[in-house]
């Protein structure tokens, strides 16, 4: 079973029908929105544990995860959890790429699609922080189940999510380390997921490098 099909269990169907009218669609197009939007949290944080810091601090921010069981809390405090996490997996504009590219995707609203990313984020993270903890998972563990994860994915649907992280990240190849990543806007993170200084030697304050350990995961 993988973790979209584990979130899918969890939500049941009153769930999905509250995610349909969200979105206003059907449970059956609400599940498919679901499953792509979970392989694009997955596939990044899949890119993140590529390195092993960025696989060193996911894992030491599942242990605040595994106990905070987001299935049964209120959308306020989800949604702050959630865009919290997509701070450090995607990065704010990152996220908005996600949410743009999912929702040509899927052909949902792109912000119907930005209200459900940091929903479903928190919960993508307990799955992951539950079954860590049940196998006793190292960082590589985890790193691997993730790519594992991410090549799960059917067919056409994992390869438009590769396509549109690669377009996020800056790379064509999954699986690229963040050790000298040259970005689009020519700078790069270094290898604990820090901004390095671009052209100008000033490095941007305003967007968290995906992979950056913090408590605020």
């Not at 595994?66 to 959308?75: K, M, Q």
């Not at 450090?88 to 459900?116: F, N, W, Y």
């Not at 860590?132 to 189940?145: S, T």
């Amino acid at each position: 079973m993988t973790l979209h099909d584990e979130l899918i269990e969890q939500l049941g169907e009153p769930g999905l029908d509250e995610v349909a009218g969200m979105l206003g669609t059907d449970p059956t197009q609400a599940r498919d929105v679901v499953q792509a939007v979970t392989g694009i949290i997955v596939g990044g944080l899949a890119r993140n544990a590529q390195h092993p810091d960025g696989a060193e601090a996911l894992r030491a921010a599942l242990e605040d995860h595994v106990d905070a069981d987001p299935f049964n809390g209120d959308v306020a405090s989800l949604t702050r959890d959630g865009h919290s996490i997509l701070a450090h997996v995607l990065g704010g504009q990152g996220t908005e790429q996600a949410a743009a590219g999912l929702a040509r995707l899927v052909g949902i609203d792109t912000g119907a699609v930005m209200k459900l990313l940091p929903l479903i984020a928190p919960m993508v993270m307990f799955l992951l922080a539950d079954l860590a903890a049940r196998l006793d998972m190292d960082a590589r563990d985890v790193a691997g189940l993730l790519d594992r994860e991410r090549t799960a994915v059917p067919g056409g649907l994992g390869e438009a999510l590769d396509g549109l992280l690669a377009n996020i990240f800056g790379s064509a190849v999954p699986g690229w380390p963040y050790v000298g990543r040259e970005l689009a806007a020519d700078r790069s993170y270094g290898a604990y997921g820090e901004l390095e200084p671009g052209p100008s030697g000033e490095a941007d304050p305003g967007e968290p490098a995906p992979g950056r350990s913090n408590p605020d995961w």
